[in-house]
C-alpha cells in the first residue's frame, strides 16, 4: 500500500493521500491541491475519491477542486443520506488490498467521520485511524464550533471511547497538528501516535466524563469570525471556478485604490516600513498562521488587493487566503519602490512645471493689470484737470480769481 500524510503548515491541517493497485483516496485535502496531483503523478496513483472527515470550519477543503482536477468523486460526511455524494458511517471503501471503513464519531461536528484503515494484504484487523478531528496526538479536537460546548464535549467523550477500542496497537492520524484552530494547547508537535500511548498518556483520555467535560470546556479559545462561511464553503457540491488573479497595473490599482479596497501587503516589515499604500495592513506571507491571522483582521467581505515584493509571495498570500474563504480578491500589485520613486520624481516634475507655468501667467496677467491702472490713472487725473479749468473759468466770468494747480 501507499499511504503519506500531507502537512499545511500554515493552519496545521494534515490530510492523507492511500493507495493500492494504482489507485489513491485522498482524505481531507488542503486548498492548495498541487502536492497530491505531484505525488499521484509521482507514484502512478489514478486519484479516485476524495473524502472529507467532516465539514471543516477553519478552512476550505480542497475536495471539489482536487476532484474537478482529477475526475474523482468528491464526498462529504453526510449522515442524513441527502446528498448523493454523501459518505455516511458503515460504509466501506475499497482500493486494491485497502478497506476505508467510516466510522460515526460525533462531538466536533455532528456529521464527523473517522476512517479505520486495513490493509489486507497484511491482516484484517484495522493498522490505522484516521481520527479527523476527535482524537488527536496529545489533545481532543473542541467540542463548540458546531454545538453547544457541553453537548460536544459529551458526544465526544463517548466517540472516544469507541474508537479506542479498535486496539492499542493501532495508528492515530489526525486531521490536525500544532497550530490549529481546531485543537487545544496540548496538541503534540509530532503528527500521528498510537491508541494505546494516547489512551495512557493523553491527559484528557484519562478522565471521565464528568471531568472530561468540564476540562474540554473550561477555557476554550475564541471562536474565529469566519468559520459559518467556510463551513459553507465546504457544504458546497460544485466547485466555484474562481477567476485566475492577474498583476494590476498603476491604471488598474488606481481606482481600487479610490473605491477603498483592502490593501493587505504581504512583504516583510522592514520592506513594509521602506514604503507602502496608504491605509495598507502588513501580513508577511512568511510568518506562521497568516490564514488565521488574516481571518481575524479581514472581513471575507471585503474586497482584497495583495501587495507582495514578486508574484510568488502574490501567489502565496492568495492561496492562504482562499484557503480560508477569502474569495474577494481582486488581485495583486507588485511593490517596486523604484518604480514608484520614478513615478514620484515624475509627478514632482509636473507639478513644478505646472506651477512655473502658472507663475508666469500670473505675472503677466499683473503687469498687464498694473499697464491699465496707470492708464485709468491718467485718464482720471486729465478729466480732473479739465473739470479745475472750467471751474477756474467759470470763476473768471463771475469776477472772480482764481488758479489752476499744475
Ligand atoms: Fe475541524
Not at 482500493?95 to 484484517?124: K, M, T, Y
Not at 497538528?177 to 483520555?205: A, I, M, Q, Y
Request: charged share 25%; glycine share 8%.
Amino acid at each position: 500500500m501507499f499511504f503519506r500524510q500531507v502537512l499545511y503548515r500554515d493552519l496545521g491541517c494534515a490530510s492523507y493521500v492511500l493507495g493500492d493497485h494504482g489507485e489513491a483516496v485522498v482524505v481531507d485535502p488542503r486548498w492548495d491541491i498541487d502536492v497530491y496531483l505531484e505525488l499521484a503523478a509521482d507514484e502512478g496513483l489514478t486519484i479516485v475519491q476524495v473524502l472529507d472527515t467532516h465539514d471543516h470550519a477553519d478552512h476550505v477543503s480542497g475536495r471539489l477542486r482536487l476532484a474537478a482536477a482529477t475526475g474523482a468523486r468528491a464526498r462529504r460526511a453526510d449522515p442524513t443520506g441527502e446528498d448523493p455524494d454523501g459518505i455516511a458511517a458503515g460504509e466501506e471503501i475499497a482500493v486494491g488490498d485497502l478497506r476505508i471503513l467510516a466510522v460515526a464519531s460525533p462531538g466536533h461536528r455532528p456529521e464527523h467521520l473517522a476512517f479505520a484503515v486495513c490493509d489486507l494484504a497484511r491482516g484484517h484487523e484495522p493498522w490505522m485511524l484516521l481520527t479527523g478531528d476527535s482524537l488527536l496526538v496529545g489533545d481532543i479536537a473542541r467540542p463548540d464550533l458546531a454545538y453547544e460546548a457541553t453537548e460536544g464535549a459529551q458526544a465526544l467523550h463517548a466517540t472516544l471511547r469507541q474508537l479506542t477500542g479498535v486496539g492499542d496497537q493501532v495508528e492515530v492520524w489526525p486531521a490536525h497538528v500544532g497550530g490549529s484552530l481546531c485543537g487545544g494547547d496540548n496538541l503534540s508537535g509530532k503528527t500521528n501516535s498510537t491508541v494505546g500511548f494516547e489512551r495512557r498518556h493523553n491527559p484528557l483520555l484519562l478522565l471521565g466524563e464528568t471531568e472530561f467535560v468540564g476540562e474540554l470546556t473550561e477555557s476554550l479559545p475564541s471562536r474565529p469570525p469566519n468559520i459559518e462561511q467556510i463551513v459553507a464553503l465546504n457544504r458546497r457540491r460544485e466547485a466555484d471556478p474562481l477567476p485566475a488573479l492577474d498583476a494590476l497595473d498603476p491604471d488598474a490599482l488606481r481606482p481600487l485604490l479610490a473605491a477603498g479596497v483592502t490593501v493587505l501587503d504581504a512583504r516583510a516589515p522592514e520592506e513594509f516600513d521602506r514604503g507602502h499604500l496608504r491605509n495598507a495592513i502588513n501580513l508577511p506571507v512568511a510568518s506562521p498562521g497568516v490564514g488565521t491571522r488574516a481571518g481575524w483582521a479581514l472581513s471575507p467581505d471585503e474586497q482584497i488587493v495583495v501587495v507582495a515584493a514578486e508574484p510568488r509571495g502574490a501567489q502565496r498570500m492568495i492561496s492562504a487566503l482562499q484557503a480560508v474563504g477569502f474569495w474577494h480578491l481582486a488581485g495583486f500589485a507588485l511593490a517596486d519602490l523604484e518604480a514608484a520613486r520614478q513615478r514620484a520624481v515624475q509627478r514632482l516634475e509636473v507639478l513644478q512645471a505646472d506651477y512655473a507655468a502658472a507663475r508666469t501667467r500670473a505675472e503677466a496677467a499683473a503687469s498687464q493689470r498694473l499697464v491699465e491702472l496707470k492708464a485709468e490713472i491718467e485718464k482720471t487725473r486729465r478729466e480732473l484737470h479739465d473739470t479745475l479749468l472750467r471751474l477756474v473759468e467759470a470763476a473768471e466770468n463771475l469776477g472772480l480769481s482764481a488758479a489752476v494747480p499744475a
